[in-house]
């Protein structure tokens, strides 16, 4: 499996944006990026996935490089709520869209948010 | 709607005993997984399946044990529960690659 390299911590203010890098310097023609985060004491969470085109939910963006070596996760305006773990994740699909693409996590980006 | 549901919300458990930690899911999806979740080591993925009738091997999947005899359950055996599988365990389902996976919200397991 790929791996992705994430910044150990990154600190915000509240209601700023934050990006939020990851390196995937491997990554194949059928990986997906995945992000997700975890809060403390709770289960992992889906925030936003992407394949070659930029994407945005009502969460976040996801910025993906021309060459999908890297990408970038973007809070618009960070929260407290937003404070968490943030896991960059590559799952591999087939051509035929049949592969389930083990999740495999790294240790992630501690995300502090200050008041 | 319940998504997917963990049992028990914690546990401690005497060393040499057996344990099965349930994880039910009410979203038909085939994917399933297990990971144990350590101070500074991250999520770990124990053993998956794909689809019902399947499973297959983590990263670290010595001394747990799965089955997969419908879609919706995916339950995890300690067959002899030792000191260092005290733990968080987290389970998860998805469909495809290109999907969320949702997660429970974890058993604590404290082997003692």
């Known amino acids: 499996d790929a791996k992705t390299t994430q910044p150990n911590s990154m600190e915000s203010n509240e209601e700023e944006p934050v990006h939020l890098p990851c390196n995937h310097s491997t990554i194949s023609g059928t990986d997906y990026i995945h992000w997700y985060r975890q809060l403390p004491s709770q289960g992992p969470e889906y925030v936003i996935h992407g394949l070659t085109s930029n994407v945005n939910n009502r969460m976040a963006s996801l910025a993906i490089a021309e060459d999908r070596k890297s990408s970038t996760l973007i809070l618009h305006r960070a929260t407290l709520r937003d404070a968490a773990v943030y896991y960059c994740i590559l799952r591999r699909a087939n051509a035929g869209g049949t592969s389930y693409g083990k999740l495999t996590f790294g240790q992630g980006t501690i995300l502090t948010v200050h008041p | 709607t319940a998504g997917i549901t963990q049992a028990p919300t914690s546990q401690i458990l005497a060393a040499g005993r057996s344990m099965t930690l349930r994880c039910t899911q009410d979203?038909?999806?085939?994917?399933m997984y297990w990971y144990r979740q350590d101070l500074g080591l991250g999520l770990r993925l124990i053993h998956y399946?794909?689809?019902?009738?399947?499973?297959g091997k983590g990263e670290v999947p010595d001394g747990y044990s799965v089955s997969r005899a419908n879609t919706d359950d995916f339950p995890l055996t300690l067959a002899s529960a030792v000191p260092s599988q005290t733990s968080v365990y987290f389970c998860a389902s998805s469909t495809r690659a290109h999907t969320e996976a949702f997660f429970g919200q974890g058993t604590r397991l404290t082997v003692v």
């Open positions: 399946s794909n689809t019902a009738g399947t499973t």
């Open positions: 979203m038909r999806h085939n994917a």
